[in-house]
């Protein structure tokens, strides 16, 4: 069995473990780089890092849509119910939970996570996913911190890493957070969606590959590579 994982674009990805489909936040309305849309995506869950409108996107009518269970911190999931999406699953950062499909812990993330009409969203979180003996660490939206140290002492064969700028760690810190994280592999996310997260990938991965172990793969929305 191989993990699959298709890039939508900004921060969401759709991982295939072959018999369920998680997507991680949906922002697919309103992204000029979207290869599929809300109404015809598919999901079994749904993870959301933060309150964002570029990460909770299209997270309320698709959880309407498919009935895909959704995982988020305790805030996020409260207002999703008033939004009418009861079909949640809370966790918090440090706290981990064993679903059929593997186990995702939320990690800490240096960002905000007020939600679209402004309630409070808690706190952002990145995931670690444990899916066949593979640990995958999306890191989301979030600054260079120390920490991602801790998280790569797990042995990580794939880190996905904002490279934008403006809004998140910039090509340079997140060139250092791969020799914190050590991963096998990485894949920059979360540029070009927007003109102020301008960046060249390809650029990038050059840096990484010169400077670090890590192989790079520079994805095209709606690539998919396999773990
Ligand atoms: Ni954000
Ligand atoms: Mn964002």
Redesign the pocket.
């Known amino acids: 069995m191989t993990v699959k994982l298709t890039w939508y674009s900004h921060a969401c990805f759709l991982i295939d473990t072959g018999d369920e489909k998680l997507l991680t936040d949906p922002f697919l309305t309103g992204n000029p780089l979207a290869p599929v849309t809300a109404d015809s995506v598919v999901a079994d869950y749904i993870l959301v ?2 309150g ?1 409108g ?2 909770v996107g299209d997270t309320v009518a698709i959880a309407q849509r498919t009935g895909a269970t959704v995982i988020a911190n305790f805030e996020i999931q409260n207002w999703l119910a008033g939004q009418g999406v009861d079909n949640g699953h809370p966790q918090h950062i440090g706290g981990g939970f064993d679903y059929p499909w593997g186990r995702v812990k939320l990690t800490m993330a240096q ?3 007020a939600l679209p009409d402004g309630s409070y969203g808690g706190n ?1 979180c990145g995931f670690l996913f444990y899916i066949q003996g593979k640990k995958i660490y999306h890191a ?2 979030t600054g260079l911190f120390y920490d991602m140290k801790l998280i790569g002492e797990e042995g990580i064969d794939l880190a996905i890493l904002p490279i934008g700028d403006n ?2 760690m910039g090509p340079v810190d997140a060139l250092r957070a791969v020799k914190l994280i050590e991963p096998a592999r990485v894949v920059p996310i979360h540029y070009n969606t927007f003109d102020i997260i301008k960046q060249d990938p390809d650029d990038w991965a050059e840096k990484v590959r010169g400077e670090t172990k890590a192989a790079v793969t520079v994805m095209k929305p709606g690539d998919t590579i396999e773990l």
Request: with cysteine; aromatic share 8%.
């Open positions: 890092s933060h964002h570029d990460h960002h905000g996570s952002p989301c939206d809004f998140t």
